[in-house]
């Protein structure tokens, strides 16, 4: 699957204006041992755009955009800390803005150590079946995307989408994705290896 593309041309500029803040700031082209523990030939750090003032708001502007075509019943945004926490911060924002509100919700990689226990943030704002989107900053093998898919159902979310940054195109990882929800993504390895 292609990434995604914008008809309007407000969204299409901001995508590329996205696009060129990651090539800047995110991407390496160098050898690599990813967290995967696969190698690689190029690295991307999406972390330095989305907590980026300029690059935030373009993410939310752009997630929420497509959230509202691939999956408009959905109600909350989420994913495992720390790479989806400021793109669901930034979503949540931007859909309050828009006039279509969706929390955000954060996984966390462990029970929460004192207290509750919990594996979520944010649930005093969700409820039992719950449309949400799984967010992603890089899909690799999908591991990370699939364990917040897990957690989240487990908290009795009901997982309609995943929506990623980067799909780094590596054999597999779409396909582990996929087998638990549709994963849409707004760029692919193409974008930044032609």
């Excluded at 926490?85 to 979503?91: E, I, S």
């Excluded at 917040?148 to 582990?176: F, P, Q, S, T």
Aim: aromatic share 6%; net charge neutral; with cysteine.
């Amino acid at each position: 699957m292609t990434p995604w593309r914008f008809d309007d041309p407000v969204l299409a500029h901001q995508r590329a204006r996205l696009l060129a803040l990651l090539s800047e700031h995110a991407f390496s082209a160098r050898e690599v041992v990813l967290s995967s523990g696969k190698r690689s030939n190029f690295y991307i750090d999406c972390k330095q755009v989305s907590l980026h003032a300029e690059g935030g708001f373009l993410i939310g502007q752009l997630m929420r955009a497509v959230i509202d075509r691939v999956a408009p019943e959905a109600e909350a945004v989420g994913g495992l800390t720390m790479g989806a926490d400021p793109l669901a911060t930034a979503v949540s924002v931007a859909s309050f803005v828009a006039g279509r509100p969706l929390h955000a919700f954060l996984v966390r990689k462990e029970a929460k150590g004192h207290g509750t226990g919990a594996w979520l943030e944010g649930t005093g704002n969700l409820r039992p079946d719950m449309p949400v989107v799984v967010l992603e900053d890089v899909v690799t093998t999908g591991g990370s995307t699939i364990r917040a898919i897990h957690r989240a159902r487990a908290g009795g979310l009901r997982v309609i989408h995943v929506l990623a940054l980067v799909d780094r195109e590596e054999e597999g990882g779409r396909e582990a994705v996929e087998a638990q929800a549709p994963l849409t993504a707004l760029y692919g390895r193409r974008d930044f290896m032609p």
